[in-house]
């Protein structure tokens, strides 16, 4: 039985799940190589360890034959993880929310150390890795 649809969400092909992976992973490798990079917007890189993070989880959604919320909320998107599947860090991914919409469009209200930006992209591959063991059974390299 198909699980029913509501408004602001998708049914996908289950095997859409790897090309979701994929561009998770290419998001992350972005955030990579901008977080090694001496100059760029840093809220840049939180941004796109967020992309990753929200499309590995959207992957695993697919990937069970659940509905996709088309959000970018990664509480509502874990929330809608099957009960038995639990996305690494879980809800502290909330955390990064803020940087897929209005922090897009502001800078240096919040002070991003080195620190931070390495957390986050660590929390990014985590999640790429479980979502693509969950996937794939077998973890890429990030």
């Given at each position: 039985?198909?699980?029913?649809?509501?408004?602001?969400?998708?049914?996908?092909?289950?095997?859409?799940?790897?090309?979701?992976?994929?561009?998770?992973?290419?998001?992350?490798?972005?955030?990579?190589?901008?977080?090694?990079?001496?100059?760029?917007r840093?809220?840049?890189?939180?941004?796109?360890?967020?992309?990753?993070?929200?499309?590995?989880?959207?992957?695993?959604?697919c990937?069970?034959?659940?509905?996709?919320?088309?959000?970018?909320?990664?509480?509502?998107?874990?929330?809608?993880?099957?009960?038995?599947?639990?996305?690494?860090?879980?809800?502290?991914?909330?955390?990064?929310?803020?940087?897929?919409?209005?922090?897009?469009?502001?800078?240096?209200?919040?002070?991003?150390?080195?620190?931070?930006?390495?957390?986050?992209?660590?929390?990014?591959?985590?999640?790429?890795?479980?979502?693509?063991?969950?996937?794939?059974?077998?973890?890429?390299?990030?």
């Amino acid at each position: 039985m198909t699980p029913p649809q509501k408004q602001g969400e998708r049914l996908f092909a289950k095997d859409y799940a790897g090309t979701l992976l994929d561009i998770s992973l290419q998001d992350l490798k972005s955030a990579q190589a901008l977080r090694k990079a001496s100059e760029g917007r840093r809220e840049n890189i939180v941004f796109l360890t967020q992309q990753a993070i929200e499309k590995a989880i959207k992957a695993v959604i697919c990937h069970h034959g659940l509905p996709v919320p088309l959000v970018h909320d990664l509480g509502a998107l874990i929330a809608r993880l099957p009960a038995d599947v639990n996305a690494p860090h879980g809800y502290d991914l909330l955390r990064f929310n803020d940087y897929a919409g209005i922090l897009r469009y502001e800078r240096g209200h919040s002070a991003l150390t080195d620190e931070d930006l390495d957390a986050a992209v660590a929390a990014g591959a985590d999640v790429l890795a479980w979502a693509s063991t969950v996937i794939l059974k077998a973890s890429p390299s990030v």
